[in-house]
């Protein structure tokens, strides 16, 4: 039991007391955050006798915050008394609910786990292992999306060909704006900084040459593969894994369907359909911002342009440019529907898959760019 306070010293900041073979807490004074120190020494004497079950009395508390109420219940803790065994009496309302929160916020788990740094070799490690790992689901997923098509071209009355033509829209045609202007001020930007140079020389009319081939060849399929990427398949994955959330995938299952049937066939095609024929749209408006810049800056006329363009553009780098589209597609599909079927039933796990996705997307379209152009080039085409 504490002691009592002497006729000279101040009183002490609680008292304990027996009633009814009940431990009593009186609590007194300012409990607040400038007195935590002199509180947390007298609480560190504080025993109980008998029985764990304590009550708190507030009748003489004059003020309270969180942090001294944290301070108590951690000591009551301390000595066993559970929550279920702590009561409070006589205590005003705004003390009361007080404690209730600090007593909430001690039994709720926390909010992250602590960041655990581990060392750079264990580290690379680690990296390895999760890249093998991710490899290894998104081949069995390319596996299981391969059989289901399949199946579908057995049965093709299965297809979804509405679902197909909405996500379409969605994915192809009201993305036609963003992939037109970003083209377009590529074009700009690309012809004029080759036309500063080629005007020291005065080989401006080979800027149609550099413009031309590198837009359909190019910038064209890697811009827009990343602003589908970026746009579509984040909304793949958050699409999805909101359904997950809400176990509607669960209802598709006991339907006796096919989620990947139902969720993930539709929207491989129209992202495979969709994405060349924004790489054609993304090549006329990178040529047009290269035409404009011709006709403003370098003294090309689009007559000109045109016919220069016409004479040394191959057809082969248009060809090249829109072939690459659909194998940039069918990965950002199989991708981000993965990664969306994949995610856990909580809302942090939806925006981690949607990142996720975002990001080893645009990686997998600069890879497969590389190796598009190293093979073409070993091939002479």
């Not at 704006?177 to 401006?204: E, H, K, N, S």
């Not at 981000?336 to 981690?352: F, K, P």
Request: glycine share 10%.
């Amino acid at each position: 039991m504490v002691a009592a306070a002497t006729a000279t010293g101040p009183p002490p900041w609680l008292s304990l007391a027996k009633e009814g073979g009940v431990n009593v807490l009186y609590l007194q004074g300012r409990w607040r955050l400038p007195h935590v120190g002199e509180i947390e020494t007298e609480i560190e004497g504080l025993t109980l006798a008998g029985d764990r079950h304590c009550v708190i009395d507030g009748s003489r508390l004059e003020e309270l915050d969180t942090a001294a109420g944290f301070l108590l219940l951690r000591h009551l803790a301390g000595l066993g008394c559970a929550a279920s065994t702590v009561d409070v009496r006589n205590m005003r309302e705004g003390h009361e609910r007080l404690l209730a929160l600090v007593r909430e916020r001690m039994a709720a788990p926390s909010v992250a786990a602590p960041t655990v740094r581990h060392p750079l070799v264990q580290h690379v490690g680690a990296a390895t292992v999760l890249l093998w790992r991710t490899l290894e689901t998104h081949t069995g997923f390319i596996g299981e999306v391969a059989l289901e098509v399949f199946a579908l071209l057995r049965r093709p009355r299965l297809f979804r060909f509405k679902e197909t033509i909405s996500q379409f829209e969605v994915v192809a045609l009201n993305a036609i704006p963003i992939v037109a202007l970003v083209t377009l001020l590529i074009g700009v930007v690309f012809a004029y900084l080759l036309g500063v140079q080629a005007q020291r020389y005065g080989a401006t009319i080979f800027v149609v040459d550099g413009v031309g081939i590198a837009i359909c060849r190019e910038l064209s399929p890697i811009l827009v593969a990343v602003i589908v990427a970026g746009r579509s398949g984040a909304a793949f994955t958050a699409q999805i894994g909101s359904m997950k959330v809400q176990e509607e995938t669960d209802a598709i299952q006991t339907l006796g369907l096919s989620p990947i049937q139902v969720l993930v066939v539709p929207r491989l095609v129209a992202i495979m359909v969709g994405l060349p024929l924004l790489v054609f749209v993304g090549d006329i408006a990178g040529i047009a911002g290269g035409v404009l810049i011709g006709a403003t800056q370098l003294g090309i006329a689009p007559e000109a342009f045109a016919s220069r363009l016409h004479a040394v553009l191959p057809m082969s780098a248009f060809v090249v440019g829109v072939a690459k589209a659909p194998v940039f597609a069918a990965f950002i599909a199989t991708i981000a529907c993965r990664m969306g079927l994949s995610v856990a039933r909580d809302a942090r796990s939806v925006g981690e898959h949607t990142t996720s996705t975002v990001v080893q997307s645009i990686v997998w379209v600069i890879v497969l760019d590389a190796a598009f152009a190293v093979s073409l080039q070993r091939f002479g085409i």
